[in-house]
């Protein structure tokens, strides 16, 4: 099955080739990775998988069966928490089913404006709703505080003079590394270049040889 127009053409194989296996733990497999190709789907298309339910709920009119993954869903987080699931192949095919008309229902609609793009990560991640935001807001002005209670003091200025010195020398072998790293990468595309170059040239004077 072709799941979407990329070079991971194949991403649908490890689900045929586990439910294939007939053998318990090959069904729960193939359900598993069945819904990580669900969720690639989703991320490529533009969509936000940090909420499964909310996009779900916002988009379930490009579903065909919306209760089936629904389902599915439901019946893989089972699977990943409890031990000794017991599954049939017969529940194993209609997870698998319900996972691929949905990953055909978002592969074939079109992928998120930037605009809706934004709003989601407003919603998910920028929001004072969210505790991402939340826990940001209340890490920035704990950080502040603390700096302000040692400067303070002679004790917490000694302190914080200490940090500053072990930042100024963990940041100069950080710009240090940088340095080096981009200089070894442009020398090995350099070299790959002039690799590729000579092979074509050889290549060409054996053609006309022949």
Known sequence: MKVINQKNDNLWDEVERSIEEHSPSGYKISCIEAEKVFIYVLKSKGYPTKDI???LALFSW?????E???KALRKTEQIKTTFDYQMTSFEAEDIVESFKQAIKDFSEAKSLSWQRKMVFLWQNYLS???SFAKRTIIGFLGFFLIIKLLSSTKVGQSIVVFFVRISNVIYSWFVLLGLVSISLLIMVIVIFAYLERKKTRIKSIDEKRT
């Not at 490009?62 to 919306?66: F, I, S």
């Open 53 to 55: 339910n909310q996009t």
């Open 62 to 66: 490009r579903l065909t069966d919306k």
């Open 128 to 130: 004072l709703k969210t």
């Open 68 to 70: 089936g993954l629904k």
